[in-house]
T-cell receptor, first 113, second 116 residues
Framework: DQQVKQNSPSLSVQEGRISILNCDYT??????FLWYKKYPAEGPTFLIS?????DKNEDGRFTVFLNKSAKHLSLHIVPSQPGDSAVYFC????????????FGQGTRLTINP | DGGITQSPKYLFRKEGQNVTLSCEQN?????MYWYRQDPGQGLRLIYY???????QKGDIAEGYSVSREKKESFPLTVTSAQKNPTAFYLC???????????????FGDGTRLSIL
């Protein structure tokens, strides 16, 4: 039972344009969502998060949008840079639970010059 | 500089052998986690510990064991009962408690385990 899904295994975007990565979840108990970025042979690095009481959170070039009714979140990167090429994982947790993270399968983002 | 150290980076195991992966953190975090990553899949939780001398099974605990004798250390043993141990193993830590519920987990750089 995949509670967090990233349906696009890969995404290719031209440098300078917007990258949009999507994530869907099924468990309505989730109330905190995170995005991580991962380079090969390294651990994931935390990027940005959002609480379920918000619908948008911004940090520099990164913005996360949350649509609770659709159980959908997205990560926008504007403008996209070559260093953004990596695998991006979305993750969710239930704050009042054991605070375990449930991860999606990841989306490999490639930024083309 | 605070962080999470996983060693070794690459590990080889003969069939039938147990092997232990090390994870040490100096972030003073209460909670520690072990994940497994397979190609094309997300991170799956093996075991987690919210406090010293206590730990719980995650989603794929079969064939693995852990201990948490010290706050800064959370070693993972891959036993011979784990039928498909070849994977990338990631250790993470985070603060734990109501005041820290929105704190992200921080990850080490992982150990790649292969079967000879």
């Amino acid at each position: 039972d995949q509670q967090v899904k990233q349906n696009s295994p890969s995404l290719s975007v031209q440098e300078g344009r917007i990258s949009i990565l999507n994530c869907d979840y099924t468990n309505s108990m989730f109330d905190y969502f995170l995005w991580y970025k991962k380079y090969p042979a390294e651990g994931p690095t935390f990027l940005i998060s959002i609480s379920s009481i918000k619908d948008k959170n911004e940090d520099g070039r990164f913005t996360v949008f949350l649509n609770k009714s659709a159980k959908h979140l997205s990560l926008h990167i504007v403008p996209s840079q070559p260093g953004d090429s990596a695998v991006y994982f979305c993750a969710a947790k239930w704050v009042q639970g054991a605070q375990k993270l449930v991860f999606g399968q990841g989306t490999r983002l490639t930024i083309n010059p | 500089d605070g962080g999470i150290t996983q060693s070794p980076k690459y590990l080889f195991r003969k069939e039938g052998q147990n092997v232990t992966l090390s994870c040490e953190q100096n972030l003073n975090h209460d909670a520690m986690y072990w994940y497994r990553q397979d190609p094309g899949q997300g991170l799956r939780l093996i075991y987690y510990s919210q406090i010293v001398n206590d730990f719980q099974k995650g989603d794929i605990a079969e064939g693995y064991s852990v201990s948490r004798e010290k706050k800064e250390s959370f070693p993972l043993t891959v036993t011979s009962a784990q039928k498909n141990p070849t994977a990338f193993y990631l250790c993470a830590s985070s603060p734990f408690g109501d005041s820290y519920s929105n704190q992200p987990q921080h990850f080490g750089d992982g150990t790649r385990l292969s079967i000879l």
